[in-house]
């Protein structure tokens, strides 16, 4: 079974009676190309010390192919019917897709796949499903959604690991013969291991070479590998991380697993990006939520963090108002008993301590400046000191005889009981039928530790169902509220949970250079529309870090903009600066939330990128000075990803104001700062731009337009 796209095709093995398995997935082959050709060209001779006959592979490596070190599937019933080998036994095929039914009869286990390649992009999408049709209980103690083959020509592996205000760090290391293995306990997406990985050749970079990216749209427990085989084939497994008993099948039962969603590049590693982001844009988000501009968020979180006092908030908003801002989003502090972080969650009622007359006055205050309200909730936790947990002690995931894992004064509370999803939807409710909001900011700020339930069994697999559930179920109730999703910074920011939510709260961490490195890895992924990207204070309060206003607001220009600071003890001249960037982000929106982008490979000192549009007719780019150089002079910048053919007039736009270190450099001598200059597109690209000496940490903001 064959699929094609522009720059990609898919040939699928599955004749009836065998495994399904990949036979080819990377560039586009000719229409002419047949199975029997590739067959021959890829069939594998016997060897000593081996099987006699070149092993199978399939989609689910399970245990009965035989091969003697990888296997992607475990399951039996008591001890017995371990051994399951699939056989496809019919295929659906549908527009850009299939579905392969296959079954093991000894075993009495069916196993089906959704496959989905579009034609379009060339995203590959799997989904599988397994169903015990026998008559005694089936234990999963493993299943990944597919192992999928790659060739061995792609010796790196490129993974994103890093921790609270340091998300989406790459860590690029050399595939060996051992395992590659990253597991994910934690009950959420994480911190630590984001639920993807690339494999590339070693000179892939930014815009050449070949690389295939995988994601597990997945916000919980996950195990992603990459296994080399015994005779050097290479596979890349993904799948949810199923905890001891967490999956028993009852006959007739089935276990469905998380979508994996991967690509091919043969041109570098941001050409798979922009395929991600193609398929977040049209598959994920409501297309309702993409027509409409992004608001400018205010969020008061650093601002006043528990100290909320209305008269305060009111002045941070008329002032947030008067610069621009388009949503005033309220952190955590405003309900129940919670004047800190030990308190109140679940109390999910208007605190009259801080709030007498309710939020109406305060929301009344914000719509009437003209902005959007939003508030902020973590629905699934509870502090032991709330009324909810005094009321509902047996509500909360943990283990009988092991003690509660200190974690933020905080225990998570099993919403896959349906009397807790329901007191949590009431909840939530109440308070958007009650006022005038018109987004949340959704956090979840611990590890499932000890995910137990009242009985004892696991429930951390079925908690992200339950979240994902009582997501919709507040969409499909307030369909015009957008949902941000949030945990301790970026540790839910996944393509599962996007197809449930609107934004993603990218980090914690609002140091511009922190945040420079932090939402360049997660535009890998996810388009920079998504991406939360706050002004922090002058002094960023996780790092201590002193960074200009310009800087900051570079920065977070080039996400979804949003304000993060006290902006009633922020110096004028800054603020006026702030109003210069939310006009910038304000006129280019449209642009940074729709364009292609293309992170651009440079020195250390620089990170840089570009965004441009689809028909190429303009462009932004970043340049950020992160870091002293040893050289006089940083090189030329070449202006990736606009058409050689076309003209175009180049700006710099950001700094507002220039400043000249030294002598007059390019940026002065062509105007760069007013009225720009016109070159061709080929000098622009091929050519490029002598940068300027800047200090560091400085950003440049070009600006690109076709005339
Ligand atoms: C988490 C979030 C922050 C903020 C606090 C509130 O840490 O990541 O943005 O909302 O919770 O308690």
């Known amino acids: 079974m064959r699929f094609d796209a522009a720059d990609a095709t898919l040939i699928l093995a599955c004749a009836k009676g065998a495994p399904v398995s990949i036979l080819y997935w990377g560039g586009a082959l000719h229409a ?135 998300e989406f760090t790459q860590e690029r290391v050399a595939r060996n013969a051992a395992t590659y293995l990253r597991e994910n306990r934690s009950g959420r997406t994480s911190h630590f ?76 590693l941001s050409k798979l990006s922009r395929k991600f982001h193609d398929h977040v844009r049209t598959k994920l988000l409501s297309p309702e939520m993409r027509a409409k501009p992004r608001p400018v968020h205010y969020n008061t979180w650093e601002a006043v963090y528990f100290d909320h006092d209305v008269e305060k908030l009111k002045e941070l908003a008329t002032r947030a108002a008067e610069i621009g801002v388009e949503r005033f989003v309220l952190d955590d502090g405003w309900f129940g008993g919670r004047r800190h972080d030990r308190a109140g969650l679940g109390d999910w009622t208007v605190s009259r301590d801080v709030y007498p007359d309710g939020l109406g006055p305060l929301v009344d205050h914000v719509t009437g400046l003209g902005m959007e309200f939003g508030l902020w909730f973590e629905p699934e936790m509870v502090n032991p000191d709330s009324d909810l947990y005094r009321a509902h002690p047996d509500w909360v995931l943990g283990l009988e ?29 109440a308070i958007l039928r009650d006022h005038d909001i018109s987004y949340i900011k959704w956090d979840m700020n611990r590890d499932l530790s000890h995910p137990g339930d009242s009985s004892g069994v696991p429930r951390a697999f079925a908690q992200v169902g339950a979240l994902y559930a009582l997501l919709d179920r507040v969409r499909h109730a307030h369909p015009y509220v957008e949902i941000e999703s949030c945990s301790s910074g970026g540790a839910r920011a996944d393509m599962g949970v996007l197809a449930h939510s609107d934004r993603v709260w990218t980090s914690d961490s609002n140091d511009a250079l922190d945040r420079q490195v932090i939402q360049r890895g997660a535009s890998f ?155 061709s597109g080929a000098a622009l690209v091929h050519g490029g731009l002598q940068l300027p000496h800047a200090f560091p940490e400085t950003c440049l903001l070009f600006y690109v337009a076709a005339v």
């Open 193 to 268: 291991s984001y639920p993807a990985i690339l494999l590339a050749a070693t000179d892939t970079n930014e815009s050449t070479g070949d690389v295939y990216g995988f994601h597990l749209a997945f916000s919980g427990n996950h195990r992603i590998r990459v296994d080399s085989l015994t005779d050097g084939r290479v596979m890349a497994s993904l799948g949810a991380l199923l905890l001891p008993g967490e999956v028993r099948l009852a006959p007739g039962e089935t276990y469905a697993s998380p979508e994996i969603v991967a690509a091919y590049s043969g041109q570098g």
């Open 525 to 679: 992924f996810l388009p920079l529309e998504v991406l939360g990207c706050h002004v922090g204070p002058a002094k960023c309060h996780v790092t201590g870090r002193r960074l200009s206003m310009e800087m900051r607001a570079a920065t977070a220009l080039m996400g979804h903009m949003g304000l993060e600071l006290n902006l009633l003890t922020e110096r004028t001249a800054d603020l006026d600066v702030l109003k210069n960037a939310i006009d910038l982000h304000k006129k280019h929106r449209a642009l940074l939330h729709n364009g292609d982008v293309f992170r651009l490979d440079s020195a250390p000192q620089l990170i840089a990128s570009g965004v441009i549009a689809r028909d190429k007719s303009e462009a932004i780019y970043s340049v950020a000075y992160v870091a002293s150089d040893a050289k006089v002079l940083p090189g030329r910048f070449q202006f990736t990803g606009l058409d050689p053919q076309r003209s175009y007039r180049l700006q710099l736009i950001w700094p507002s104001d220039w400043q000249a270190i030294k002598g007059p450099s390019a940026i002065e001598t062509l105007d760069l700062n007013g009225e720009g200059a016109i070159f």
């Open 32 to 166: 002419d190309t047949d199975c029997a050709e590739l067959e021959g060209l890829f069939a594998r001779q016997g060897m000593h010390g081996v099987a006699d006959v070149a092993l199978p592979l399939s989609l689910a490596m399970e245990p009965g192919l035989g091969h003697p070190m990888f296997r992607g599937f475990a399951a039996h019933r008591a001890g017995k019917d371990w051994g399951s080998l699939f056989e496809v036994g019919a295929v659906e095929l549908r527009e850009g897709g299939a579905k392969i039914i296959c079954r093991d009869e000894s075993t009495r286990l069916g196993l089906e796949y959704e496959i989905d390649f579009d034609a379009r992009t060339g995203v590959l999408r799997i989904r599988s499903t397994l169903t015990n049709y026998g008559a005694t209980p089936l234990d999963v103690s493993d299943m990944m959604t597919a192992c999928l083959p790659v060739p061995d020509g792609m010796t790196d592996i490129i993974g994103f690991t890093g921790r609270w205000t340091q």
């Open 401 to 429: 005889g092991v003690e509660q894992i200190p974690f933020r004064s905080q225990l998570a509370l099993d919403i896959s009981r349906p009397e807790v999803a329901d007191y949590l939807f009431h909840a939530i409710d």
